[in-house]
């Protein structure tokens, strides 16, 4: 157990390291999260989404977007020096069997992955939380934590482009795209929502379950793609750009689970309050298998009219992926006698095997608007990769050499978040400061992250 | 799934919930005897003897791992019914983890004087319950198998036997909980 809980969370930290900026929860760019996540000029989520933008010539001078932004992770000597890595597999926070084990904190270490430095915590909900036991009688009531018991579905996914090794001719670009999608799922359903969420009581002969599901699927996609300005000049102009993805799957797994418990006649008359039982279907395509294939596209435009621009893009349209060689296995489980005191039941038996079964990559897209007057630029976006839609609002005012940027958005449990932040440039180098509150926490309230990030121009 | 297993995954579910919050169990007692006859202790005591008459009763609890007990706290009321006699009674609560073990004087979690018995009025009046337990039976809480035995501690005067009856009214108790669940 406690390896899989270290294991979790260096897992969070290298896959949210890693995750794209285009993701609400985790940038990796100081400027940006000052400006509370919105994209300006011509990178970030309009260059990743928005295929146009290809084409789109970079802003110049103090505009202009860095060639590289290094983030400086304070969060992660924050953490490692709390957290010792060589004494990691024994860490108090991670170690079950110590007293010291924070269940909620290694989860919110999941959730936020600590790359930047948290200035606020979180406040981790610590009311009391009741229990009513009688013989046909239990009750549950989670105080103010019932409120983070989550309604929705719950989950963390992304999809990303991790490479777009390629060449540019006149604007068509041939290339070979590596993408990855990612998704974990939960809901509570509805008998075990209201028992947990609205303290209702327990009935008896009742099933109380989750509803699990998650997939994993990545490959190649050679593709064929151009942006060009189709109207206009350099000043105003219209760019069109789009992109056609031969998606390669090299493997894929996915699982759908219902877990959970049924209640006894009585809840408390024998020794079995409740009986567990679950099943589940996973399929999975390893790698070697024949590959998945697929065909998809990207589409995107974008104006552009002196300090005024607007675009947006469409990623992975009608990106159906169709594996030839899946295997299919059920899984069960259950007390094999009525009265749940027997030997369990539970088994994993192959459903089909080399049967044909399809996935598909959810659309993303951005829309984008900036307007730039003298030394101040403003600018919005609409994100959607898949899990919800984010907006970002933000500005930046520079002054000589520094910048002061704000900014807003709404995230995507509707939740407004603030960014503000500032930076100073000196020559090709700038040092940038970003301050962003955010509610990913096991919490209601929000957090305080400050981020700080070096950019080479 | 055991009452044990049961009442981690409800504590996993409390860590989960409120971090470093209590958990605080309210059992009804009562529900678990009422029905099954052992709410009712029938009582007969020689002159000039005292006595322990008793009903020992198993309860189901969710167990709750290798937590930490602060306090147990009982409300509750009996009644004694007593037809003949004259004396003074206690009313008495052990617990333990197995039905043998009730008959220990170290499983004794309360003890209450009920007012001096006679043969009239019947029913006496009531006897109240609200007191902490002994913190020497806290542990035993944190298991998901309970005994109980509700003992009527008889000691009858001179005279004529004591005979009667006492029977729990209600009986609630409040178990607060640190969660240490591994």
Excluded at chain 1, 28 to 37: L, Y
Excluded at chain 2, 53 to 67: C, W
Aim: hydrophobic share 40%; aromatic share 8%.
């Amino acid at each position: 157990m406690r390896t899989s809980v270290v294991g979790l969370g260096l897992v969070a930290l290298a896959v949210g390291c890693a995750a794209p900026a285009a993701a609400q929860g985790l940038f990796t760019d100081a400027r940006r999260i000052g400006m509370g996540g919105v994209s300006i000029g011509r990178s970030g989520s309009v260059r990743r989404f928005n295929p146009a933008y290809r084409a789109v010539p970079a802003r110049t001078g103090l505009e202009a977007q860095p060639k590289l932004t290094i983030p400086l992770p304070l969060g992660l000597i924050q953490f490692f020096s709390d957290h010792p890595i060589s004494q990691l597999g024994h860490d108090p926070t991670f170690s079950p069997d110590s007293a010291g084990f924070n269940p909620v904190q290694a989860l919110d270490y999941v959730l936020n992955p600590p790359l930047f430095y948290e200035v606020k915590q979180a406040p981790t909900p610590t009311n009391d939380v009741t229990f009513g036991i009688g013989k046909n009688f239990l009750q549950v009531n989670l105080g103010q934590a019932s409120e983070l018991v989550p309604e929705d579905e719950f989950g963390l996914g992304s999809s990303t482009r991790l490479l777009d090794p390629g060449f540019d001719v006149k604007g068509v670009r041939v290339s070979v795209m590596t993408w990855l999608h990612t998704e974990a799922g939960f809901q509570l359903g509805n008998t075990l929502l209201a028992f947990l969420h609205d303290s209702v009581p327990a009935q008896d002969n009742t099933r109380y379950n989750v509803l699990t599901d998650g997939i994993v699927e990545a490959g190649f996609a050679p593709t064929l793609g151009y942006a060009g300005r189709v109207w206009g000049d350099t000043a105003t102009g219209i760019y069109l750009g789009g992109a056609l993805h031969y998606y390669l799957g090299v493997g894929y797994a996915k699982f759908t689970g219902d877990g959970g418990f049924i209640t006894g006649p009585i809840i408390f008359g024998g020794t079995n309050p409740v009986t567990p039982d679950g099943s589940g279907l996973t399929q999975y395509s390893k790698p070697g298998h024949k590959l998945g294939h697929g065909v998809g596209g990207d589409i995107g435009i974008a104006w552009i009219s002196g300090p005024l621009e607007l675009g947006f893009g469409v990623n992975d349209i009608g990106a159906t992926i169709t594996w030839p060689d899946t295997r299919q296995d059920s899984a069960y489980y259950r007390d094999s006698t009525v009265a749940g005191t027997g030997s369990p039941l539970g088994y994993s038996k192959p459903f089909a095997n080399h049967v044909e079964t399809k996935t598909k990559l959810p659309v993303s897209y951005v829309a984008n608007l900036a307007y730039t007057i003298g030394t101040t630029t403003l600018a919005a976006d609409l994100v959607n990769n898949g899990r919800g839609t984010t907006l970002h609002l933000g500005g930046e005012k520079r002054l000589g050499l520094v910048a002061l940027r704000g900014g807003v958005s709404r995230d995507q449990r509707k939740r407004l978040e603030f960014g503000w932040g500032g930076g100073v440039r000196l020559g090709g180098v700038s040092l940038d400061l970003g301050f962003w509150t955010h509610s990913n926490s096991l919490s209601n309230e929000r957090a305080i992250t400050m981020a700080t990030s070096l950019s080479i121009y | 799934m055991n009452a044990k297993c049961f009442g981690v995954a409800l504590l996993v579910a409390l860590a989960v919930g409120c971090g470093e919050g209590r958990a605080i169990f309210n059992v009804d007692v009562h529900s678990f005897l009422f029905g099954t006859g052992r709410d009712t202790v029938p009582y007969l005591v020689p002159a000039s003897t005292t006595l322990d008459t008793s009903s020992v009763q198993h309860i189901n609890l969710p167990g709750a791992g290798s937590s930490i007990v602060d306090t147990v706290h009982a409300i509750g009321g009996v009644t004694f019914l007593n037809a003949s006699g004259l004396g003074t009674i206690r009313f008495q609560i052990y617990v333990a983890a197995d039905s043998l073990g009730t008959y220990n004087a170290s499983a004794l979690a309360v003890s209450v004087p009920a007012p001096p018995a006679g043969p009239a009025p019947v029913p006496g009046p009531p006897v109240g319950l609200d007191a902490d337990f002994s913190n020497a039976v806290n542990s035993v809480f944190t298991q998901s198998d309970l005994w109980v035995r509700l003992v009527a501690q008889v000691s009858a005067a001179a005279g004529l036997p004591m005979q009667g009856k006492m029977v729990l009214d209600s009986l609630r108790l409040r178990i607060v909980i640190r969660d240490k669940i591994f």
